[in-house]
């Protein structure tokens, strides 16, 4: 490994009488692992180096190593990167990443199957030259730790160092502030610890862990009774949810980690709130004849004898589906919401929209997936499907993902005759991950809240009734189940 900051070869004289330079104020990280090291050579060491705010995202500097060293009786030796400071009283945050069961590329921190995490957050000493073990050992392979945690010996806990328990200028995990971190030992019970439910260190404080699953409304709440048609998004300033339709004309924005419901502004039209979709920063959802973006107020008034549904973006256009005496999928761009394109549907009733590569896919009730340009021409439909209703694609040219009363099926891009059922049940919400390649599935026929990755399904919640949209960040997935909002850990 190399320095991210060049090494001065001398240094310069604060005064010119002072007999001497002083000591070069630097951190040292020192990466080892007890993994072969021919893992190490194949699949390689990634070392994420930024600010505590920036470490865990794509503006943190990357820098990868491929070389490893055998050591008897200790760790294998990895490499080591020095660290200089480029302002007074800064904090450097190292994450230390090794794929041991595939690419350290593919490696996901949100959900670390068969890679080692390990994070560090610390101050520079002036003048002083501080040396930063970092072991990614294999007791911590697939161990999920949140940002501002590490995994040590299979456990989180506060990947903070406390410079001044430095031995001698190594500051080695027992450094490590024992206070603000989680013990994930486990001895939580994750069924019930709102600070470690499901997994050691899944926090959902705001609001209830019943059964290893994050209830968001605090048990004081009352829970509304939502109808068919709530949906919900989430973004980063919370997670939002329509109510269906009812005489309740609101859209609900809940903490991330839980917490009372709030309703929204800017809806003016009576009736019930229907689909909901967000592009991680804004948030728009349907009610009766508008769409509305969260904050601003109604952007789109649509046809009075139309009924709006679903609702998709990816951030730079919109769709979504009206019924009512319209049956079509429209479409418009956000930046100029007067110009629609109208894709019109003969017969059945809508059921759930999606886009992606500037294409948006609608399902109906009459056995069709709606294939259509965003902005143009060129309507194509994959029909006999059983009832579909949620729909997820992946990414253009590979599959489409359909939810139908059947189960879920997968459907080669472009050959319509090509596709699978490749996860049962009845399934009417589905979102697909395209940086893990994970479908999450809202699985209504066993009451459950699947994923789905390279042919193996999981179950992340059971017994989870009335179901119907799903959405996901890099920490958790949601949804609604008996009216409230739910998470669990990805």
């Not at 930024?50 to 009786?73: E, K, N, W, Y």
């Not at 729909?391 to 139908?404: D, E, K, L, Y």
């Amino acid at each position: 490994m190399r320095s991210w900051h060049a090494l001065a070869a001398g240094c310069t004289l604060a005064l010119a009488m002072a007999p001497s330079c002083l000591d070069a104020t630097e951190i040292d990280a020192q990466v080892s692992t007890d993994v072969d090291c021919a893992v190490v050579a194949a699949n390689g060491v990634d070392l994420h180096v930024g600010s505590p705010s920036t470490v865990d995202t794509p503006s943190s500097q990357l820098f990868g190593a491929r070389s490893c060293t055998a050591r008897a009786g200790t760790d294998n030796w990895v490499g080591d990167i020095v660290a200089l400071p480029s302002g007074v009283d800064e904090a450097v945050a190292i994450t230390a990443v090794l794929g041991v069961d595939k690419a350290t590329d593919q490696c996901n921190l949100a959900q670390p199957d068969g890679c080692i995490v390990a994070r560090r957050l610390l101050g520079y000493i002036k003048h002083k030259s501080l040396r930063l073990p970092i072991e990614l050992r294999s007791d911590c392979k697939g161990v999920f730790c949140p940002s501002g945690q590490t995994c040590v010996h299979g456990a989180c806990k506060g990947a903070t160092v406390d410079t001044n328990s430095c031995n001698g200028a190594v500051c080695d995990e027992g450094s490590l502030v024992t206070d603000g971190g989680v013990d994930a030992s486990c001895s939580a019970d994750l069924t019930s610890d709102p600070k470690n439910c499901g997994k050691c260190g899944f926090d959902c404080s705001g609001g209830q862990c019943i059964g290893g699953v994050c209830n968001l409304l605090p048990q004081s709440f009352p829970i509304l009774q939502l109808t068919g048609g709530a949906c919900i998004a989430v973004a980063s300033s919370g997670v939002f949810y329509t109510t269906g339709a009812i005489s309740m004309p609101n859209v609900y924005q809940v903490p991330l980690n839980g917490g009372t419901p709030q309703p929204v502004a800017g809806n003016t039209v009576a009736g019930g709130t229907f689909g909901i979709a967000s592009d991680g920063l804004r948030v728009f959802y349907a009610n009766a004849t508008q769409i509305v973006q969260v904050g601003t107020g109604p952007i789109m008034q649509w046809a009075t004898n139309a009924t709006l549904s679903s609702v998709a973006t990816d951030g730079t256009n919109l769709c979504m589906q009206s019924y009512g005496g319209i049956l079509a999928t429209n479409c418009f761009a956000i930046s100029n919401p007067t110009a629609t394109s109208t894709f019109v549907h003969n017969s059945g009733t809508p059921g759930k929209v999606a886009m992606a590569g500037g294409v948006v896919y609608s399902s109906w009730s009459d056995g069709i997936v709606q294939q259509d340009p965003v902005q143009g021409s060129g309507s194509s439909t994959i029909p006999g499907l059983p009832a579909p209703d949620g729909i997820a694609i992946a990414t253009p040219g590979s599959a489409i993902f359909v939810g139908t009363a059947a189960g879920v099926y997968s459907i080669t891009q472009g050959d319509a005759g090509t596709s699978n059922t490749i996860v049962p049940g009845s399934a009417r919400g589905l979102a697909y991950d395209t940086k893990t390649q994970t479908l999450f599935i809202a699985n209504t026929g066993k009451s459950e809240i699947e994923s789905w990755q390279s042919g193996q399904i999981g179950v992340l919640a059971s017994n989870q009734q009335g179901l119907d949209c799903i959405t996901f960040d890099a920490q958790a997935v949601y949804w609604l189940a008996g009216g409230v909002p739910r998470k669990v850990a990805r």
